[in-house]
């Protein structure tokens, strides 16, 4: 795996498995920040289905997005994981990265990944490590 500066900073689309749109929750404020940051923000939620969140609607499914994603941002219990690993494995085409957020860890779906070629990050912050590595805003 690459280590997390080079991830963060190759990264330009993120797509945002569990977004939430209550500003005090983690799901929001993570995501928001990598937006003010330069990464365009691709929101995925079944429950917020129709809300624009970052300038974007959200989507019920990561294989609903229309858009190439270079990192899945992760905001789902790490029980919940098993059934996102399909869906994860489903996208085309397929993200660089899937990031696990702080407290998530799910050591059996990391694999399945790494063994379709993704990358995973497990129990860390994008907001800490970018903010930790002092990166600059993302340019296109």
Do not use: K
Not at 83 to 108: K, Y
């Amino acid at each position: 795996m690459r280590d997390l500066t080079e991830i963060l900073t190759s990264a330009r689309v993120v797509a945002v498995l569990g977004a939430h749109h209550e500003p005090g929750r983690a799901a929001f404020y993570v995501p928001d920040y990598l937006h003010a940051m330069g990464y365009r923000i691709l929101p995925v939620n079944p429950m917020l289905v129709g809300r624009v969140l970052w300038g974007v609607p959200v989507v019920a499914r990561l294989t609903d997005l229309e858009t190439p994603v270079d990192l899945v941002d992760v905001f789902r219990r790490g029980e919940s994981l098993p059934d996102h690993q399909d869906e994860f494995l489903a996208m085309r085409p397929a993200p660089r990265t899937v990031w696990f957020q702080s407290g998530i860890r799910h050591d059996a779906v990391a694999a399945a990944l790494e063994a379709a070629g993704l990358e995973v990050v497990q129990d860390r912050c994008t907001l800490a490590e970018h903010r930790a590595r002092r990166l600059p805003p993302v340019r296109e």
